[in-house]
């Protein structure tokens, strides 16, 4: 134990967000990589986050649970750092909401055509799946209109945001929700993936067991 933050996750997981802020951020973090689905695969896991799901923080008290609170978390805790966006200056109201906007709208129909379509094919939902594919191309909508004539979502920079919902379009990548995704999104993700501090957080993760 080296008393850094630890980040229980799985590679490839939503917790990639906060492995790419604190790569970003420059804040030690330590990585405890479990196998995916960690509440089967790693039921003791069961006792720090009686949720099972991946991401946990632990930072001395706190504990937290929500990937793009992690990363701002990060982005934050010793100081503001320009991944993030402090009251006060251009665009903090763009950067809250584009950070809650990731999961909360765009990752949610993307998790439901997972379950229904990939991984639980065999239930008979797989129609309801590609329901979700489309509601979630159609989500897309907010962040296309906002990255015109903008190479990040906030404040001229990199911020906390563009990892939050650029993991979304990673993860869509890397399930076959590509189809629908529109070509300047693809080319806004091409320029996030070419980050050194995405690349760093990708090997770090590579460590474990790939999950999804
Ligand atoms: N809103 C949470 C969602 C966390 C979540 O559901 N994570 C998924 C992996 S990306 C998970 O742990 N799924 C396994 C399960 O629910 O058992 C976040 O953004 O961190």
Same mark, same amino acid.
């Given at each position: 134990?080296? @008393? *850094?933050?630890v980040?229980y996750?799985?590679a490839?997981?939503?917790?990639?967000r906060?492995?790419?802020?604190?790569?970003?951020?420059?804040?030690?973090?330590? %990585?405890? $990589?479990?196998?995916f689905?960690?509440?089967?695969? +790693?039921?003791?896991?069961?006792?720090?986050?009686? $949720?099972?799901? =991946?991401?946990?923080?632990?930072?001395?008290?706190v504990r937290?649970?929500?990937?793009? &609170?992690?990363?701002?978390y990060?982005?934050t805790? !010793?100081?503001?750092?320009?991944?993030a966006?402090?009251?006060?200056?251009?665009?903090? &109201?763009?950067?809250?909401?584009f950070t809650?906007?990731a999961?909360?709208?765009i990752?949610?129909p993307?998790?439901?055509?997972? /379950?229904?379509?990939?991984? !639980?094919k065999?239930k008979?939902?797989?129609?309801?799946?590609? +329901?979700? *594919?489309?509601?979630?191309? #159609?989500?897309? =909508? #907010?962040?296309?209109?906002?990255?015109?004539g903008?190479?990040?979502l906030?404040?001229?920079?990199?911020? =906390?945001?563009?990892?939050?919902? @650029?993991?979304? %379009?990673?993860?869509?990548?890397r399930?076959g929700l590509d189809?629908? =995704?529109? !070509?300047?999104l693809?080319?806004?993700?091409?320029?996030l #993936?070419d980050r050194?501090?995405y690349?760093r957080a990708?090997? /770090?993760?590579? +460590? @474990?067991?790939?999950?999804?």
């Open positions: 134990m080296t @008393g *850094a933050p980040l996750t799985c490839g997981s939503r917790g990639f906060a492995t790419w802020a604190a790569e970003e951020a420059g804040v030690e973090l330590e %990585l405890e $990589l479990l196998p689905p960690p509440r089967y695969l +790693a039921p003791e896991y069961l006792e720090q986050n009686p $949720l099972g799901t =991946v991401p946990l923080l632990v930072d001395g008290d937290m649970t929500e990937s793009c &609170a992690i990363a701002h990060l982005a805790k !010793e100081g503001f750092t320009p991944l966006v402090a009251p006060g200056q251009p665009d903090y &109201a763009a950067y809250c909401d809650y906007h999961d909360a709208t990752t949610f993307q998790t439901v055509f997972m /379950r229904f379509a990939l991984f !639980e065999d008979g939902f797989e129609e309801a799946g590609y +329901a979700y *594919a489309k509601w979630f191309w #159609k989500r897309l =909508v #907010k962040l296309e209109q906002r990255l015109e903008r190479k990040f906030c404040a001229d920079r990199f911020t =906390v945001a563009d990892i939050c919902c @650029g993991y979304a %379009l990673m993860l869509a990548e399930v189809e629908g =995704v529109p !070509e300047p693809k080319a806004y993700r091409e320029r #993936k050194e501090g690349r990708q090997v /770090r993760e590579s +460590a @474990g067991p790939a999950a999804i």
